[in-house]
């Protein structure tokens, strides 16, 4: 079955103990791309990759980073959370990227609470 | 000024009528344009995708963009109960970075 999965799912920490939130898909897509979606804010980019080894910033990189170093997977590290990274994280992967209106497709999504 | 803009929510009509979505950018340069679905605490889901000004239709939804008003909207005919989501613009610009709109909850009465 094409899916992107997220692990974990649901993960509560303290401030400053760095977490991976791990992230692949098997549809052999070169576009993924992190996000968090918190209320009132609404969905905002945190890093996306147009391919393996090509990373970049989008709206709200601050405290987050990424790798990818091979095409399936693209872990998001929080090397010192903070409670203000306390979200909903999705993770998506894509065909081609967004050009020409290329469609997205979301994993789960990881609810992360830090205290 | 927020990059992009949808109308306020919630959005409530009665089964069977036209439900319209909008939304407003910020950048020219924007290139791709689309609507996600989000059914609360799931993923969101792509409902359309445009990038060329006009009309695009699938089934019961229609995209429209323009961009010289730098506009785009969704209309969903034939509204029913299982439309009840909260819709997500978003905006693309030629590489992969993406902003979405804060969204606008639909609620389709019986």
């Known amino acids: 079955e094409a899916q992107v999965t997220q692990n974990p799912r649901y993960l509560i920490t303290v401030t400053g103990k760095k977490l991976t939130v791990t992230c692949s898909q098997n549809?052999?897509?070169?576009?993924m791309s992190w996000y968090r979606q918190d209320p009132g804010l609404g969905l905002r980019q945190i890093y996306y990759s147009m391919n393996v080894e090509v990373t970049d910033k989008g709206d709200v990189p601050e405290g987050y980073k990424v790798s990818r170093k091979e095409k399936r997977n693209f872990p998001l590290i929080l090397e010192s959370p903070s409670p203000n990274q306390t979200s909903l994280y999705f993770c998506?992967?894509?065909?081609?990227?967004?050009?020409?209106?290329?469609?997205?497709?979301f994993g789960p999504g990881t609810r992360l609470t830090v205290t | 000024q927020k990059e992009v803009e949808q109308n306020s929510g919630p959005l409530s009509v009665p089964e069977g009528a036209i439900a319209s979505l909008n939304c407003t950018y910020s950048?020219?340069?924007?290139?791709?344009f689309f609507w996600y679905r989000q059914y609360s605490g799931k993923s969101p889901e792509l409902i359309m995708s445009i990038y060329s000004n006009g009309d695009k239709e699938d089934g019961r939804f229609t995209a429209q963009l323009n961009k010289a008003s730098q506009y785009v909207s969704l209309l969903i005919r034939d509204s029913q109960p299982s439309d009840s989501a909260t819709y997500l613009c978003?905006?693309?610009?030629?590489?992969?970075?993406?902003?979405f709109g804060q969204g606008t909850e639909l609620s389709v009465k019986p």
């Open positions: 978003a905006v693309a610009n030629q590489g992969g970075k993406l902003i």
């Open positions: 998506a992967s894509g065909l081609n990227g967004l050009a020409g209106g290329g469609e997205q497709y």
């Open positions: 950048d020219r340069g924007s290139q791709s």
């Open positions: 549809m052999n897509h070169e576009y």
